[in-house]
């Protein structure tokens, strides 16, 4: 099964969309939140990136603090895995593992080290534009 990589650059403030096909994708199986890869496994030779999160094929969040590659039922408040919450109510909530495993689908990486090769296409601006017929 492919895997979505949602790369995101806080140099730059945006964020680009990567998938990896299967076989490549077992190269990150093993994996925690927290770690840092490698550009060369997805195709960014120079980089460096740190996995921030996930979400698993059913949609649920990847969250540090649970261990393993499977889904628990833990208690939150407000933080990943639960939105809003009065103060002091906590809510038993299903989360995914920290791990990165076959039933990871997405996963997103922020860039900590920067390559020789841009990681956004620049836009090219028109330089001569129609002008509007009125």
Do not use: C, W
């Amino acid at each position: 099964m492919e895997m979505k990589i949602n790369i995101g650059d806080p140099k730059a403030k945006r964020t680009l969309t990567h998938t990896l096909p299967a076989d490549d994708a077992k190269s990150l199986f093993g994996r925690k939140i927290g770690d840092k890869i490698k550009g060369e496994i997805l195709g960014k030779a120079g980089y460096e990136f740190e996995i921030t999160g996930g979400s698993d094929n059913a949609g649920f969040p990847m969250r540090k603090d649970a261990t393993g590659t499977g889904r628990r039922k833990i208690l939150v408040t407000r933080s990943i895995g639960q939105q809003q919450t009065k103060k002091g109510v906590r809510i038993r909530k299903t989360v995914a593992g920290n791990t990165v495993s076959d039933f990871t689908s997405q996963i997103n990486v922020k860039v900590t080290k920067h390559g020789a090769q841009p990681l956004f296409e620049e836009k090219k601006e028109e330089a001569a534009e129609e002008p509007k017929a009125e």
